[in-house]
């Protein structure tokens, strides 16, 4: 059964970058998308930023267009989501997420099948 570790969170100010990971172990680890959701306090899981697995096809939410950048380690099943410029409406627990499955969208939280157990980030203005 597939696994994923995020690691990376942390307290940072206003401005400030952070590189969160996510390691898949586990059997074979082939999915068709992988993505970052995050939920703050009393709200929502939202999308933050996926790609598709074999293309490389990205999305991001409006939100983290042109400061958040995600990528993929095809060799190493490893995730990364490069923060730049934060804010404090970033602050949530990030989750990373995988569809190992089908999906034909890539965007919302029920399209991903397998999800680690989130990690923090704070901002701080």
């Known amino acids: 059964q597939v696994q994923l570790a995020e690691s990376g969170g942390g307290l940072v100010q206003t401005g400030d970058s952070l590189r969160l990971s996510c390691a898949a172990s586990?059997?074979?680890?082939?999915?068709?998308?992988m993505g970052w959701f995050r939920q703050a306090p009393g709200k929502e899981r939202e999308f933050v930023a996926s790609?598709?697995?074999?293309?490389?096809?990205?999305y991001y939410s409006n939100a983290v267009r042109g400061r958040f950048t995600i990528s993929r380690d095809n060799t190493e099943n490893t995730l990364l989501l490069q923060m730049n410029s934060l804010l404090p409406l970033d602050t949530a627990v990030y989750y990373c997420?995988?569809?190992?499955?089908?999906?034909?969208?890539?965007?919302?939280?029920?399209?991903?099948?397998?999800w680690g157990q989130g990690t923090e980030v704070t901002v701080s203005s």
């Open positions: 790609i598709r697995w074999k293309s490389g096809l990205v």
């Open positions: 586990g059997r074979t680890f082939s999915p068709q998308a």
């Open positions: 997420a995988a569809v190992l499955g089908t999906s034909a969208t890539v965007t919302f939280p029920d399209d991903f099948d397998t």
